[in-house]
C-alpha cells in the first residue's frame, strides 16, 4: 500500500499541490482543450458585453468616437423617453398571456404524447414541426393568413357568418394576433420536450401507490405529476419568461412595430435605437435597462419557486 | 630658388586612364571591349596631349597589362593605379550605399508614374533629352527609351473602384451601360458592392465605414441621408473636383443641387432628380368603363374629390369596398408637397421647432384623414400592398413620386393603360407644392483613387448616361435639363415635359437642424397611422406630432 502511494506521488515527482506529473498534464491539456472555447467566449461574449455596458454611459454612432455622457442615458430611459414605458408594458402585456398559456398547453401536449397511445412518434414530429419553420417565414405566412381582406383566417370566419378582425393591421388585435403566432411555433416546441422528458422521469411506483391509496387520475396529476415535474415546470418557466420578453421577430418582419406604435416591443425598440438611429449609447443603456428587469424577473421566480417547487431527495426543514 | 618638382613620367596604364579621361569615344570603345573577353590593344592617337605642358610621346601600339587578362581587368588595373586603396574603398561603399538606396526605393518609380499620369509623355521626354543630351549621346537613347516605357506602363495601370450600390439600381440597364464607361476609362476597372435594399443600405454603409471596408461612391435618396453622412465624415465635398475639372454642375436643377448641399459644399451629384409626389397616375381605361373624362392638369381639389369618390366601388354590394379610389404615399415625403401646397413648412426657420400644428400643417392632415374616414375613398394602412390593388385593377390611382409612373406604365401595360396628371392645386394657395428628391451620388472619404471615382461621378451626371439609362428603362432621365428637355425623352414619355416644368421651380425638403431626420420620419409616420385608422383626430395628431418632434429637434447634432 505504501509503496503504491509512493509510485503515485512521489515516484512520479512531486510539484506543486502535491500534483504528479501526470495530473499536471492533463491539467495543462485540459486547459489547452478549452482554450479556443475560452478565447472565443472572451472575445465575442464577455468583452463585447462589458464594451456595451461602458458605451451605456456615451453617445456613440459608431462613425466617431464614443462621447462621455455620465447617467444621461439612463436617465432619458427612465424620465424623458416616452416610448420606453409603452413599449415595456406592450412586452409585459405579451408575456403575461404568453407564458402561462404556453405552459399549460405545451404541458398538455407533452401529457397526451405521454400517452403511449398508437403513432404517438408521429405526433411528436408534427408537434415539433412548426418549431423547426424559420421565424421569418413563419411570420410572414402568419400575415397572409391574417390579411383582413385576402387573408385564409377571415375568410374561413366569413363561411360561418362572422367579419374577421383586422389582425396584425388592426392596433387592438395586432399583439393577440402574434401571441397567436407565438403559441403555434411554441407549444410544440423544445418546451413539450422538456416536459416530455419531466414526465418520463415520474417513478411508476409513485403512481401505483397512489392509485392503491384510492386516488383518481386528477389526484394523481396534482399529487404525484406536478411535484415530481415542478422542476421541470421551473426551468421552462424562466426559459418561457426570458424568451416572452425578448419577442421581436415577428414585430419585426411582420408589421415593423405598427399599425402606429401597436407592436412596438421593448426589444425593437432598442433595435431601432441602435440599427435605424445609430444611437448605441442609448441603445445599450436600454438593453442593459431590459437585462435588469429580466434579472429581477428570474430572481423573483427563483425565489419564489422553494414555495411550490419539490426537489426529490430534498430535505425541507 | 626652388626647384621644379620633377614631373612623374606617365605610366602606360595611366595615360590610358587619362587619354580615356578626353575621349568619350575612346572609353566607350575601351568599356564596350571590355566586355567581351578578348582584349585587343588600344590605339592612341599620336596628337592628343595627356597633360597640359607636356608632349606625350607618340604612343605606337600599348598593351596595358598582360594579354591574358580581360580588358576590363586591364582598366580596372588602371584605375587602381590612379586611386589609393582608402579612396577606392571609399569610392565603393558610396557605390554601394547609392545603390542600396536606390534598391530601397521602389516607390521612385510610381512617383515618376503619377507625375506623369498628370504631364503629357511628350514634355517629359523633351525635358530628359534636354538634359541628357549634355552628356553622352548613347546614354540619352537609352534613358529616353526607358522612361518613356515606364509612362506608358504607368497610364495603363488598372485602377479598381468599388461602388456601393442597391441590387434595385445596379440592375441590367446598369450593365448594358456600363461597356461606355470601360471604354471611355480602360484603366479603371469598376466592382460594385450590392446592397439588397432602401432599408439594409444606411446600416451597411455605417458598418463598412466604421470598419474602413466601405467602397468609393455611395448613393442614396438625396437630401437628410447624404447630411448625416457628410456631417460624419463618411462622404465628402465634390468642390474641388468640380472646380478643377470643369464639371457642368449648373446643367443640374437648382433644387437637386440645393438637396445634394451641406452646410454650403456640393456633397452629390444629384444624378436623378424629381420634385416629390407632385403627379398621381391612373388607370385610364377604368375612367373609360366609367364614362368619365381624364382628368385634366388644371382640375381643382374639389373635382379631385368628385373623382376619388366616383370610382371607388363596392362592386358585389356585400358592404366592403372592392376597388379604391387612391393609396397615397405617406409619412414626410408624401405630405410635403400637399403642405407646401398650402402654404404650410414643416419647420421654423431655424429648423428647431416643428410647426405641424400649423393652418396649413392642419389643412394637409385633414385633407389626408378624409380620404381615410370620411369619404373612405383610401384603404386602411396594414392591408393588401397599394401597388398590388393597383395592378390588380382594385385601385384607381396612386400618389407617388414621378419615378413610379414609367415603371408602373410598363408593368401595367399589358393590363391597363396607366396615366399621368397633375396635382390640383390647393385650394387656399392656388398652388402646387413641391418636394425634391431623387438619387445622388457621393464620393466616400475612403476612397483610395479620388481621380478615378470623379471620372466615375462624371459619367454618371453626364446628359449621355441621364438620357441612355432613361432609353434603357430608368425611370426618370436623371436630373439635368438637358436631360428632363430632351426630345427623345418627350417622344417617349410626353408627360416629362410636365415634371420639367415643375422641376424648374420646384424646391428641396427642410431638414432638422440635428439631422435626426430618421428620428422624426418615425415618430411622424406612427401618429400619421393612428389618425388615417380613425384612432386620432387630425388636430390631436397635428398637437401629437409637434410635441414628440420638438422633443426630438431638443436633442444634440446626430
Redesign the interface.
Known sequence: MTAISQRSTGASGTGIFGWSRLRRREIVNGYLYMTPWLIGLLVFYFIPILWSFILTFTDYNIVRAPIFLGIANYKRLLLEDSYVWPSLYRTFYYAIVMVPVGLIASLLAAMLLNQHLNGTTWFRTFFFLPTLTPAVAAAFIWKWLMHPEMGLINYLLWQVGIKGPGWMSATRWVIPSMMIVGLWGGIGGTRMLIFLAGLQGVPQELYEAAEIDGANSWHKFLNVTLPMISPTFLFNLILGVIGALQVFTIAFTATDGGPGTASTFFTLYIYRQAFEFFSMGYASALAWFFLVVILALTLLNFHFSGRWVYYEGEVRR | MTQPEPTRPASPDRRIVRNLEHRPALAFQAFTTSLGHVPKAVKLRDDVPVQQGRKETPAKTVHPRDTRYPCALCLGGAIMQLLSRRKFLAGAELAAAGVLLGACQPKVVEKIVKETVVVTEERVVEVEKEKVVKETVVVTEEKVVKETVVVEKAVKETVTIMPVTMAYYWDDAMNALMPNFLEQFPHIKVEPIVVPGWSEYP?KL??M??AATLGDTVEYDMGWQFMEWAH???IRPLDNLIEATGFDIDMFYPSGREASTFQGHLIAIPEDTHPGCVAPYYNADMLGELGLDPPSNDWDYAEYLQYLQKVTQDTNNDG?TDIWGIGCHSSIKGLYPELRANGGTMYDAEARKCLYNSEAGLMTLKNRYDLFQTYKVHP?????AYDSLYRSGKMWMRLMTPTHIMSMTTATKDLFRTEAVVMPKSTKTGEIGTATTGIGYCMTTLTKYPEETWDFLQWIGSQWYGLEAFHQGFTTPGGRKDTWGDASVAEQWPFAKEIAAILEYSEAYENPWNL?H??IQ?VFN??E??MY?G?IQPDEAADTIVT?ID?ILEM?M?
Open positions: 446600416v455605417m458598418a465605414h466604421a460624419k465624415g463618411i366592403q386602411l394602412p396594414g392591408g393588401e435626426r430618421q428620428e418615425r406612427e401618429i397611422s393612428r385608422l384612432e414628440e422633443k444634440p446626430i
